[in-house]
């Protein structure tokens, strides 16, 4: 669907730069910060932005040997 919109000058300068750096149009740049916005006002938002956060963490292990070493204070007598 076309839709009208006003842009601010010196945004659209840097749009334009933005989606030059891309080799995107300046369409496709609009489309992916809709999209964005979208997805950040969505209930799911939160797990959306963690999905993934530790996949290349290599210091903490696997997330059982995680949970036993942050809770081993609690669970000593």
């Not at 209930?43 to 959306?48: L, S, T």
């Amino acid at each position: 669907m076309r839709t009208l919109v006003d842009i601010p000058e010196d945004a659209l300068r840097t749009l334009d730069a933005l989606a030059a750096t891309a080799r995107r149009s300046r369409a496709a740049e609009i489309r992916e910060a809709i999209d964005r916005h979208i997805r950040a006002k969505t209930e799911r938002a939160w797990i959306d932005a963690g999905a993934g956060y530790w996949k290349n963490r290599t210091d903490v292990g696997d997330g059982l040997s995680y949970q036993d070493a942050i809770r081993e204070d609690r669970d000593e007598p």
